[in-house]
């Protein structure tokens, strides 16, 4: 029952950004030899990283592997997620390759976030190797994986990939989240006459998810 209510009060001090009080809460459970549960140790390190205390919840994950707690792949995946959108692409790296050697296998959700990491700095072609590696691996991309890196390609202005892979997504039966119809619109509109790829758009992309119409 207290492993509960940690975790409870843990997500409302995050959600208020608390974040001292809920680190205070976290340390004096432990003082008092109330041992958190794993999903607490994820609520932990994911609130610290989402409120931009990306240092503290590398030294609390540091402390925790010392210790040897068991950490599932939530807790990384919200510490990866953390150092990526940081920048740390390099520790990223690191962290995402040394998964295995903690017996556990990177999922959709890993996967993804490193993709939008490596996209963030520029590296489209390590991306788009990386999301064939994951299906080498036996793991299967999803709509948020696609839509990322689709994000990532049309950013970068790299359209004929961009419709390759929105191609692709489409004959897989994934739809563009709003934000990537806004990118591609936005982005084609601004750069490109070019009335043969605006209709391929209106082809590929005739609706979002919402089934809002995007071009008419």
Do not use: W
């Not at 990491?117 to 299967?140: F, H, I, P, S, V």
């Amino acid at each position: 029952m207290a492993r509960t209510i940690l975790s409870q009060n843990l997500c409302a001090l995050f959600r208020s950004r608390r974040c001292g009080a809920a680190r205070k809460l976290f340390d004096d459970m432990q003082a008092v030899s109330v041992v958190p549960s794993t999903p607490s140790y994820c609520i932990l390190l994911d609130g610290l990283c989402k409120n931009g205390h990306l240092a503290a919840a590398v030294s609390v994950f540091i402390m925790l592997n010392s210790k040897g707690i068991y950490l599932d792949l939530a807790a990384y995946n919200a510490t990866l997620d953390g150092l990526c959108k940081d920048g740390k692409l390099e520790s990223a790296r690191e962290f995402f390759d040394n998964l295995s050697s903690k017996r556990l296998m990177p999922d959709v959700k890993a996967y993804t976030i490193m993709m939008n990491g490596l996209c963030q700095e520029r590296l489209l072609d390590e991306a788009k190797e990386l999301l064939m590696e994951m299906e080498e691996n036996g793991c299967m991309p999803n709509d948020v994986t696609y839509n990322t890196i689709v994000k990532g390609f049309f950013k970068r202005e790299r359209y004929r990939e961009a419709m390759t892979l929105l191609e692709e997504m489409r004959a897989r039966g994934f739809s563009a989240d709003f934000s990537t119809f806004e990118e591609v619109v936005d982005l084609l509109l601004a750069k490109s006459q070019d009335l043969a790829q605006l209709e391929m758009i209106k082809r590929i992309l005739p609706t979002c998810k919402h089934g809002v119409k995007i071009i008419e």
